[in-house]
């Protein structure tokens, strides 16, 4: 991470693609995928924002996002609120008559940001290793505009995620289900589970939730083009 006395951030990747998920899925987008994260989730598609990156000034970031034809931008990581110049990115972003949204793990407070930018929350199920339950804390600041997240990667995953669904007040209105497949390059890492399943699921139980597939990953492969 940066030291504390630089005043911008540290970038992993700038780029304009399709939406690949959430209520927008298809829609152009604007994607800064900003450097560093305190999780290690087992089935994590973009690791090697982890490390390394580069220092950019906002001017800088704005300089480089300013040919692309959208005014959606999508702000991620890593965890795109470890950063402590991400609240004056998205000020400035919004200054500029963009419309800014963050995914975030939650596990870190949402306070700064809420106000200004659609939040989707990407609840860490048990497969990912990661299940601390840090996201509740900020369940009481979301919108009705922000979205929830549940990344389903073993029928457990899809149960527990079911359970939160029953036993808390999820104040969003669209609730996100992501089936993640095993990981070829990774046996055992997680069980994965088929879209089909997940799918037939939602539709036995009834649950009021917005099935989604990572379709940039259907159109260019499993690789850093979207997100």
């Known amino acids: 991470m940066a030291p ?3 005043d911008g951030l540290v ?3 700038i780029f304009h693609s399709l939406q690949g998920e959430t209520s927008r899925t298809g829609v152009p987008f604007i994607f800064i995928r900003l450097t560093g994260c305190n999780l290690r989730c087992t089935y994590c598609d973009s690791a090697y924002s982890f490390k390394g990156g580069q220092r950019m000034k906002i001017s800088e970031i704005m300089e480089t996002i300013s040919p692309f034809k959208t005014r959606q931008v999508l702000i991620t990581g890593g965890e795109p609120l470890l950063q402590r110049q991400t609240p004056a990115l998205v000020q400035v972003l ?3 008559n963009y419309e800014v949204s963050i995914e975030t793990h939650g596990e870190i407070s949402i306070e700064k940001v809420v106000n200004s930018a659609r939040i989707i929350l990407d609840v860490k199920t048990p497969s990912s290793g990661m299940n601390r339950e840090g996201f509740k804390k900020n369940l009481p600041l979301l919108k009705l505009s922000d979205e929830i997240k549940f990344v389903i990667a073993s029928k457990e995953d899809y ?3 079911k359970s939160i669904l029953e036993t808390s007040s999820l104040p969003c209105r669209e609730i996100l289900f992501s089936p993640a497949l095993a990981a ?3 046996p055992g890492s997680f069980p994965g589970i088929e879209p089909q399943w997940l799918a037939e699921q939602i539709l036995t139980d009834g649950l009021a939730v917005r099935f989604q597939l990572q379709i940039h990953k259907y159109i260019w492969g499993a690789d850093r083009t979207g997100v």
Do not use: D, G, L, Y
Request: glycine share 0%; charged share 25%.
């Open 184 to 186: 070829k390059n990774s």
């Open 4 to 6: 504390m006395h630089f």
């Open 11 to 13: 970038v992993t990747e």
């Open 159 to 161: 149960f527990w995620a």
């Open 94 to 96: 919004r200054e500029n």
